[in-house]
């Protein structure tokens, strides 16, 4: 009798496109993470550049940079180089990250939400506001922005379409609480006294 022996390829046709598959998966990964890594870098480097740029001869920074000490300019320092990398990314990845304005957002409408909340907490239960709590608050909330960009940007459902509109809605608050702030707790300037 005689055997016959069958040879598999070591690689089938399906084994090669699976590997593709997995290499492309893995090459995005990466290439999302550079962009969360640069998120974070960014809002590290231009939050606190843009602390002090109001006192620039330059008359339309005022609207992206904080004009007083109170917390919803200081909002300013996470919203606008956040909306900026989440504007370029979309610009850059383009299909690829169909609805990446949409999570960048949600995410820093809770970014902001957690740092107006933090802040009051701490600065009521100490009865003061600190210097140091303050930058690290910034802190916190830029590396919970980058997770919460990074562990969602694989999953957007919705178009970009509406993220941009929260966006942009939100550049118009900043804009026009600047000219005209209302008489509410976060729009109070820290550096004043009390009246």
Not at 35 to 43: E, G, I, K, Y
Not at 56 to 68: C, D, K, M, V
Request: with cysteine.
């Amino acid at each position: 009798m005689r055997m016959i022996c069958y040879r598999k390829p070591l690689c089938s046709a399906q084994d090669t496109e699976i590997l593709d598959r997995a290499s492309h998966k893995m090459h995005l990964t990466r290439k999302l993470l550079l962009w969360d890594v640069l998120l974070f870098a960014l809002l590290g480097i231009a939050g606190p550049l843009l602390h002090d740029a109001a006192e620039l001869p330059i008359p339309l920074i005022r609207f992206i940079a904080p004009i007083n000490e109170s917390i919803w300019e200081h909002l300013k320092l996470l919203f606008f180089p956040a909306a900026f990398i989440g504007i370029l990314r979309r610009l850059v990845t383009g299909r690829l990250q169909h609805g990446i304005l949409t999570t960048f957002a949600e995410g820093i409408v809770l970014s902001m939400l957690l740092m107006v909340t933090a802040f009051y907490t701490y600065s009521g239960v100490i009865g003061s506001i600190s210097l140091i709590v303050d930058i690290a608050l910034f802190y916190l909330c830029s590396l919970f922005l980058t997770i919460y960009v990074h562990r969602r940007s694989g999953r957007q459902k919705k178009s970009s379409l509406s993220g941009l509109f929260i966006l942009l809605l939100l550049a118009g608050c900043f804009f026009y609480f600047t000219l005209y702030p209302p008489d509410l707790a976060i729009f109070r300037d820290f550096s004043q006294p009390l009246q």
